[in-house]
């Protein structure tokens, strides 16, 4: 029987889960739409911030310090693969930048892999955050209460830096139309070093403040990938509020459907993805002509 | 070059099978080993008609290749059916009407969503089969008891059971299967496979219905999966429920693109790279579970360098070898074949651009009860609205039958829009557009060019990659087969009237020396020719050329203005040009567009002397001189 306790604390679940996805999308969706690369490395490198966080936290046992170095790491990562390998695939065709993405993810996983087997790892949560808080009617791990709250800031910044920045104008005009980013005389190569680093920061991020809720293994990212997958084609390509809208969709959709059934929770959010291809092919906040 | 033999590849590949079980023992490799490449290349054949040919991604073949392995796994394990071969061809037939519906939903969108929405469908059926389907799949145990294949042949049976013993039921599987995919990529549908991934847009402006050919390609890819599923089972007397994991589809993809894409081999070779490689730096060399970064790092660097792969690689070489080695040889061949299309004419003036004066023009399609009375294409109140800027505005437009009628307007005067309206590749805001007495207002681009509408594009849309002769094929097999039909197994010179028609063309555009040169390696004045060719070939009884002549170097103006005038005979044309000199000695009569309006429209000389159409082009200039 599913009390209102439950279903409160799924709902709660799935907003957590939301915001995630929403973060992690939106890395990959402003990287899509600016470099026009979709990064199949985007679940591998959410993994790696998870890591590199653990590494850091080890170290200095400061979970504050693991999501710094966590995040920061995702950055240098994200700006020397665009350097050294991406920038070479724009003018080829997307099956080749598809697979090098690809190709790259697996070199992280296998990686991590190797230097940390296939064990998992935990970092717990910063003392202030740990136990339970009580909400009235349920109780709720605080950890996760603050992950929302933590994601939502996370969110915020980035869109502070798309929509109130001189660098976010020119990613979104970049995103609307690259060539004439071009042609007014901006180094566009310079600026999709600097969207391929802060999307790998998100997800880095995402990936760290994800760490002391759910067990590290070299292969959390995959599933996380196909997800953001779902999000981005629900949200629209491209599309920041998409990807935000998508999200906090699809982790209710899986919190939710898990609820009553963990079985189904793929089938659902898929069976969400078709409507939304149906009725809308190009995604809820998508336009035309961004393929 | 190989291929050019009937059966060559074929044979090869039938000695190569059978010398397998012979030779590789010898040098110590497992014959579970080469069972397991075997599965594998022929689940890649399809994936490569999919990948290679048509140029769809798919990181979701893992549903299906699971699809088939467990309905046949569940037939014979679990539901006693007796007949292996029967259970996998019905895996097969299970895994294509799988196929059929998920490419309805994954063809919706076009590349990069292509790919995420195959990962995503594929991720669902991993899940139901662990949860919702379990009782019937085993869930995360599989289905044990899967029998291998016998035959009983009325005097002895036949049984095949593991190792080397199955070894030949798989090489005739894998041997079936690579003669199906050959006959299926030189087929009429194999050729708009490769337009599709060359340039989809032209594919479809040419008359293909390339949806429907895209799920075809994505069904013919589920089979190939379905069967070989089947045979996974077979070949393990266990179904894995693994088959169904994203990885399964990833190592597809890795081996097809190692191996080499878009050339059948590939995934055989790829997975024999893999497997081997596998075996050779867990066992030997000790790695254990760092082989896969080996690995994962081996493909990095094979798609940043050597972008079609290991076969791929020595298709390149052979070419740079054979061209370096060859050049004398060479030169001379390609210096003395243009003399081919011009018996009458000095060599050097035939070199470029001449044509043979004998060249017939190719007849445009003759529709029963066509009235030459009736205007070909009529236009009215044609409007077209981008947001708040007018392109079009309420153009009226009549073409009689074979006229030749010229357009002109300065630059922004809307004349592409109104034959991208014409033409149906975008609606108009408002109006109707009448051809040949049928209203095709609305319709698709698809369907106007197989009614004998068609036009060659301002900026080349060609088929890069492939031959003149292939490019020019492509677009007679639409006027020849319709939008859609599903000739497989058909060889392209089997089909009536084809050859010539290419031939024809080919003439007409005296691109006949250059017949087996891809594209990519034509100078600029013969692609915009090769341009009109395509229109051409595709035999349309309204042909509309979007500035033919731009670009071209005065001497291939002279010659194509030859040529348009030559091809005009006993048809209907439209063309848009900003060489005046040429439309007014082509054209009979000329409408002038300026600022998305029908300005004027009249004979050449009426055109020439009227001060509207003066002022349009020189307007300003009196303006212009006051100030300064």
Same mark, same amino acid.
């Given at each position: 029987?599913?009390?209102?306790?439950?279903?409160?604390?799924?709902?709660?679940?799935?907003?957590?889960?939301?915001?995630?996805?929403?973060?992690?999308?939106?890395?990959?969706?402003?990287?899509?739409?600016?470099?026009?690369?979709?990064?199949?490395?985007?679940?591998?490198?959410?993994?790696?911030?998870?890591?590199?966080?653990?590494?850091?936290?080890?170290?200095?046992?400061?979970?504050?310090?693991?999501?710094?170095?966590?995040?920061?790491?995702?950055?240098?990562?994200?700006?020397?693969?665009?350097?050294?390998?991406?920038?070479?695939?724009?003018?080829?065709?997307?099956?080749?930048?598809?697979?090098?993405?690809?190709?790259?993810?697996?070199?992280?996983?296998?990686?991590?892999?190797?230097?940390?087997?296939?064990?998992?790892?935990?970092?717990?949560?910063?003392?202030?955050?740990?136990?339970?808080?009580?909400?009235?009617?349920?109780?709720?791990?605080?950890?996760?209460?603050?992950?929302?709250?933590?994601?939502?800031?996370?969110?915020?910044?980035?869109?502070?830096?798309?929509?109130?920045?001189?660098?976010?104008?020119?990613?979104?005009?970049?995103?609307?139309?690259?060539?004439?980013?071009?042609?007014?005389?901006?180094?566009?190569?310079?600026?999709?070093?600097?969207?391929?680093?802060?999307?790998?920061?998100?997800?880095?991020?995402?990936?760290?403040?994800?760490?002391?809720?759910?067990?590290?293994?070299?292969?959390?990212?995959?599933?996380?990938?196909?997800?953001?997958?779902?999000?981005?084609?629900?949200?629209?390509?491209?599309?920041?509020?998409?990807?935000?809208?998508?999200?906090?969709?699809?982790?209710?959709?899986?919190?939710?459907?898990?609820?009553?059934?963990?079985?189904?929770?793929?089938?659902?959010?898929?069976?969400?993805?078709?409507?939304?291809?149906?009725?809308?092919?190009?995604?809820?906040?998508?336009?035309?002509?961004?393929? | 070059?190989?291929?050019?033999?009937?059966?060559?590849?074929?044979?090869?590949?039938?000695?190569?099978?059978?010398?397998?079980?012979?030779?590789?023992?010898?040098?110590?490799?497992?014959?579970?080993?080469?069972?397991?490449?075997?599965?594998?290349?022929?689940?890649?054949?399809?994936?490569?008609?999919?990948?290679?040919?048509?140029?769809?991604?798919?990181?979701?073949?893992?549903?299906?290749?699971?699809?088939?392995?467990?309905?046949?796994?569940?037939?014979?394990?679990?539901?006693?059916?007796?007949?292996?071969?029967?259970?996998?061809?019905?895996?097969?037939?299970?895994?294509?009407?799988?196929?059929?519906?998920?490419?309805?939903?994954?063809?919706?969108?076009?590349?990069?969503?292509?790919?995420?929405?195959?990962?995503?469908?594929?991720?669902? &059926?991993?899940?139901?089969?662990? $949860? #919702? @389907?379990? +009782?019937?799949?085993? %869930?995360? /145990?599989?289905?044990?008891?899967?029998? !291998?294949?016998?035959?009983?042949?009325?005097?002895?049976?036949?049984?095949?059971?593991?190792?080397?013993?199955?070894?030949?039921?798989?090489?005739?599987?894998?041997?079936?299967?690579?003669?199906?995919?050959?006959?299926?990529?030189?087929?009429?549908?194999?050729?708009? &496979?490769?337009?599709?991934?060359? $340039? #989809? @847009?032209? +594919?479809?402006?040419? %008359?293909? /219905?390339?949806?429907?050919?895209?799920? !075809?390609?994505?069904?013919?890819?589920?089979?190939?999966?379905?069967?070989?599923?089947?045979?996974?089972?077979?070949?393990?007397?266990?179904?894995?429920?693994?088959?169904?994991?994203?990885?399964?589809?990833?190592?597809?993809?890795?081996?097809?693109?190692?191996?080499?894409?878009?050339?059948?081999?590939?995934?055989? @070779?790829? +997975?024999?790279?893999?497997?081997?490689?596998?075996?050779?730096?867990?066992? !030997?060399?000790?790695?254990?579970?760092?082989?896969?970064?080996?690995?994962?790092?081996?493909?990095?660097?094979?798609?940043?360098?050597?972008?079609?792969?290991?076969?791929?690689?020595?298709?390149?070489?052979?070419?740079?070898?054979?061209?370096?080695?060859?050049?004398?040889?060479?030169?001379?061949?390609?210096?003395? @074949?243009?003399?081919?299309?011009?018996?009458?004419?000095?060599?050097?003036?035939?070199?470029?651009?001449?044509?043979?004066?004998?060249?017939?023009?190719?007849?445009?399609?003759?529709?029963?009860?066509?009235?030459?009375?009736?205007?070909?294409?009529?236009?009215?109140?044609?409007?077209?609205?981008?947001?708040?800027?007018?392109?079009?505005?309420?153009?009226?437009?009549?073409?009689?039958?074979?006229?030749?009628?010229?357009?002109?307007?300065?630059?922004?005067?809307?004349?592409?829009?109104?034959?991208?309206?014409?033409?149906?590749?975008?609606?108009?805001?408002?109006?109707?557009?009448?051809?040949?007495?049928?209203?095709?207002?609305?319709?698709?681009?698809?369907?106007?060019?197989?009614?004998?509408?068609?036009?060659?594009?301002?900026?080349?849309?060609?088929?890069?990659?492939?031959?003149?002769?292939?490019?020019?094929?492509?677009?007679?097999?639409?006027?020849?087969?319709?939008?859609?039909?599903?000739?497989?197994?058909?060889?392209?010179?089997?089909?009536?009237?084809?050859?010539?028609?290419?031939?024809?063309?080919?003439?007409?555009?005296?691109?006949?020396?250059?017949?087996?040169?891809?594209?990519?390696?034509?100078?600029?004045?013969?692609?915009?020719?090769?341009?009109?060719?395509?229109?051409?070939?595709?035999?349309?009884?309204?042909?509309?050329?979007?500035?033919?002549?731009?670009?071209?170097?005065?001497?291939?103006?002279?010659?194509?203005?030859?040529?348009?005038?030559?091809?005009?005979?006993?048809?209907?044309?439209?063309?848009?040009?900003?060489?005046?000199?040429?439309?007014?000695?082509?054209?009979?009569?000329?409408?002038?567009?300026?600022?998305?309006?029908?300005?004027?429209?009249?004979?050449?000389?009426?055109?020439?002397?009227?001060?509207?159409?003066?002022?349009?082009?020189?307007?300003?200039?009196?303006?212009?001189?006051?100030?300064?």
């Amino acid at each position: 029987m599913i009390s209102w306790p439950n279903f409160l604390s799924q709902l709660f679940n799935g907003l957590a889960q939301g915001a995630l996805l929403a973060l992690i999308s939106s890395g990959l969706t402003i990287i899509y739409g600016t470099l026009g690369v979709l990064n199949l490395a985007h679940g591998a490198m959410f993994m790696l911030g998870g890591y590199a966080g653990y590494v850091a936290y080890e170290a200095s046992g400061s979970f504050v310090v693991a999501v710094i170095a966590g995040t920061l790491f995702l950055g240098i990562v994200g700006v020397v693969m665009e350097r050294v390998i991406i920038r070479h695939f724009y003018s080829r065709p997307p099956e080749d930048q598809l697979l090098v993405t690809f190709g790259l993810g697996i070199c992280f996983v296998e990686v991590v892999r190797f230097f940390f087997s296939s064990l998992t790892k935990t970092v717990p949560p910063p003392r202030l955050l740990t136990g339970i808080t009580s909400l009235g009617i349920m109780v709720y791990p605080t950890y996760r209460l603050a992950l929302v709250g933590i994601v939502a800031l996370a969110l915020l910044a980035l869109f502070i830096v798309l929509y109130r920045t001189r660098l976010g104008m020119i990613v979104r005009a970049g995103i609307e139309d690259s060539l004439m980013v071009d042609s007014l005389g901006i180094d566009v190569y310079r600026v999709f070093m600097v969207v391929f680093g802060i999307g790998a920061m998100a997800a880095g991020f995402a990936g760290i403040v994800n760490a002391p809720v759910v067990s590290l293994t070299p292969d959390v990212g995959e599933a996380i990938l196909v997800q953001t997958f779902v999000v981005v084609v629900i949200g629209g390509v491209g599309s920041f509020t998409g990807a935000v809208l998508g999200g906090l969709i699809a982790g209710e959709i899986i919190s939710l459907t898990s609820m009553v059934n963990p079985g189904y929770a793929y089938v659902m959010l898929f069976a969400a993805m078709t409507l939304v291809l149906v009725v809308r092919p190009h995604g809820l906040l998508g336009t035309r002509g961004r393929e | 070059m190989l291929g050019q033999r009937r059966f060559l590849i074929e044979t090869l590949t039938a000695i190569g099978l059978i010398a397998v079980p012979f030779v590789l023992p010898y040098l110590g490799s497992a014959p579970n080993t080469v069972n397991r490449i075997l599965v594998w290349g022929l689940f890649g054949i399809g994936f490569d008609i999919l990948f290679g040919y048509t140029g769809l991604l798919s990181f979701g073949q893992s549903a299906l290749y699971g699809t088939g392995g467990f309905v046949a796994a569940y037939l014979l394990t679990r539901a006693g059916f007796p007949h292996v071969i029967l259970a996998l061809i019905i895996g097969m037939i299970a895994a294509a009407i799988v196929g059929c519906l998920v490419g309805l939903i994954a063809l919706r969108r076009t590349g990069i969503y292509f790919a995420m929405i195959t990962v995503a469908i594929a991720e669902v &059926f991993y899940f139901v089969e662990f $949860n #919702p @389907l379990s +009782a019937w799949t085993g %869930g995360e /145990n599989g289905l044990p008891g899967v029998p !291998t294949p016998s035959f009983y042949l009325g005097f002895t049976t036949i049984h095949f059971t593991s190792g080397w013993s199955l070894y030949p039921f798989l090489a005739l599987c894998y041997f079936i299967g690579i003669v199906l995919a050959l006959r299926i990529v030189r087929s009429p549908v194999g050729a708009i &496979f490769s337009a599709i991934r060359e $340039n #989809p @847009l032209r +594919a479809a402006a040419l %008359g293909h /219905n390339i949806h429907a050919y895209k799920l !075809t390609a994505f069904v013919v890819a589920a089979a190939y999966a379905g069967f070989a599923g089947g045979l996974l089972g077979v070949l393990q007397a266990f179904m894995p429920p693994e088959a169904f994991t994203f990885d399964t589809s990833g190592q597809l993809v890795i081996q097809t693109a190692i191996g080499g894409r878009g050339t059948l081999f590939g995934p055989l @070779l790829g +997975a024999a790279v893999w497997l081997f490689l596998q075996d050779f730096l867990q066992a !030997t060399l000790g790695l254990g579970a760092a082989w896969k970064l080996v690995l994962g790092l081996v493909f990095v660097l094979l798609i940043c360098f050597l972008r079609n792969g290991i076969i791929g690689g020595f298709k390149d070489l052979y070419r740079y070898l054979r061209s370096t080695r060859g050049t004398p040889a060479d030169l001379q061949e390609s210096a003395s @074949l243009p003399g081919l299309g011009a018996d009458d004419e000095p060599t050097a003036a035939a070199a470029e651009g001449a044509r043979n004066p004998a060249a017939r023009p190719i007849n445009p399609r003759h529709h029963a009860g066509t009235d030459a009375t009736v205007p070909v294409l009529q236009a009215t109140g044609l409007t077209k609205h981008y947001g708040g800027v007018i392109a079009n505005a309420d153009i009226d437009f009549t073409v009689n039958q074979g006229e030749l009628r010229g357009i002109i307007g300065p630059n922004g005067a809307g004349k592409s829009t109104f034959f991208k309206m014409l033409t149906c590749e975008v609606p108009p805001t408002s109006g109707k557009i009448v051809f040949e007495g049928r209203d095709i207002t609305g319709m698709n681009v698809v369907d106007v060019c197989q009614l004998g509408l068609t036009k060659s594009y301002q900026v080349n849309q060609l088929f890069n990659r492939l031959t003149v002769r292939e490019n020019v094929t492509i677009a007679a097999l639409a006027e020849r087969r319709g939008k859609f039909r599903l000739d497989m197994l058909r060889s392209p010179s089997k089909i009536s009237g084809l050859r010539e028609q290419v031939e024809r063309t080919l003439e007409l555009v005296n691109l006949t020396a250059r017949r087996d040169t891809p594209v990519s390696q034509l100078a600029y004045g013969e692609k915009r020719r090769l341009e009109v060719g395509l229109a051409l070939a595709a035999s349309p009884t309204l042909l509309l050329l979007d500035e033919p002549l731009a670009g071209m170097s005065p001497g291939e103006r002279a010659e194509t203005v030859k040529l348009l005038k030559s091809i005009s005979q006993g048809r209907t044309m439209i063309i848009i040009d900003h060489d005046m000199d040429a439309l007014f000695e082509l054209a009979e009569r000329i409408t002038v567009l300026q600022e998305g309006r029908v300005l004027v429209e009249g004979k050449p000389d009426e055109i020439k002397r009227n001060p509207q159409v003066q002022e349009a082009y020189l307007g300003g200039m009196h303006e212009v001189q006051v100030t300064q």
